[in-house]
């Protein structure tokens, strides 16, 4: 029998059966090194380092954890036997042969470890439960670049330059000066942002902005244009300036009437004239539509009125291009990765995100509740809104089963709420800091 030895026992580790644990801390205040002990205190009281999943967000970060880990644990397994020094130094892991034991098997089977990136464990999950997932059993990752492009130009070759409101959206975005390749980088640009599940504004509507566009027609008839530039300024220079503006204004409606003669919807071309209405109108224009709306003329009024709507409610070319063309472009994008198993770095997460959401997400998180007990998060302020929700669904304690244990770390105030209730159940008086803890920030600890 070796003699038992002693290792000191950080006191802000909450029993290893808290079910929650969530440490609020700052860079450089020891998240990591509170990480790495709970790991030890868990393995101590029973765990396996396979039943552990530890995740950080950097392949930087999550090597130096790995790293750490096996260090502090293959230390603490080949500790000498040595007593406290003194009745104060605080609280202390035994560690007798038992103890040892434990940690020698976490040493040996370390490679099974699953700490990894949030991207990462994500990926893994693709791959074990393809089946769940309705995934190819061979996946390939790609760029999301390639992939998009190559639906971009198949959209552009089959409806983008064949459909009739298509191709005149698609001119009117060659007239602005962005060809296929600026094109695709926008687009490509929203769906970085989250389009089209996050909703591009302002909104396009079309059937508004048709009758918008009649309605500025039927205005410029009616009104006088010598009265708009009388209201617009006491200044004969000034009133010769809109004057000017008004010609431009005259023209861009004679273009769009034009257009729609020959059988482009009218939203389109309206896109056009509220492209350049602001370089159009400048200083001078806006103060125009101030005097246009005081008028008692009640076709001037009327007059302003439109324009004011074209500026507000008219919505820039690139947001019209976006709603249009990119739900076909991301159906085909979605169609041809699911048919040639490919994914993209986005993928990982959306698509675990979909499959936990959806009518088999029960089966895969109990799954994986058991193949991984407790869940430590490192960096938690990184996390998006559905990689939140992700680990929400999973260890949250809303389908969480109690005798679970889940650890976050490194979660901001506003993230915490986000969770649901973990405030509630904060013990009073359990704080991280001192010497070898998270010095100087809280801890909250939900039983």
Known sequence: MTPAATWPRPRDLPPADVRLCVVEASAGTGKTFFLEHRVADLILAGATIDQLLVVTFTEKATAELRQRLRGLLERMATAPAEAPSGPDAGPSWRLD??????????????DRAAVHTIHAFCQRLLVEDAFTGKRLFEQTQIPDQAAFEDAFLH?????????PDHRALLAEALRAGKHPERLADL???????????????????????IALAARWAEVTAAVDPARLTERSSSNGSTRGAVGRKLAALGTALARLEAEVAAGVPAWIPLLAARRNLDEELGYLGKSA?????EASDPAVQAYGQV??????????LEAALAQRFLPAIVERVAGDKQARGLFDFQDMLRVVHEVLSGPRGDELTDR???????VLIDEFQDTDDVQWDIFRRIW?????????????????????????????QAAPGQRVRGAGGVGGDAARHGA
């Open 307 to 316: 324009v004011r709507r074209l500026l507000d409610e008219v919505p820039p």
């Open 396 to 424: 949250g304690p809303a389908g969480a089963d109690p005798a679970h244990g889940a650890g976050r770390l490194g979660v901001r105030a506003q993230a915490v709420d986000r969770l649901g209730g973990e405030r509630h």
């Open 368 to 374: 994986i509740r058991r193949r991984h007990p407790w």
């Open 97 to 110: 042969d038992e103890a040892r034991a434990r940690l020698r098997q976490a040493v040996s089977q370390f």
């Open 289 to 293: 539509l101030r005097s246009w709306a």
């Open 155 to 163: 959209e552009l070759r089959t409806r983008f330059t064949v459909e």
């Open 187 to 209: 687009l490509l640009a929203c769906v970085r942002a989250g389009a089209p599940t996050v909703a591009v504004t302002p909104r396009l509507d079309e059937a508004a902005l």
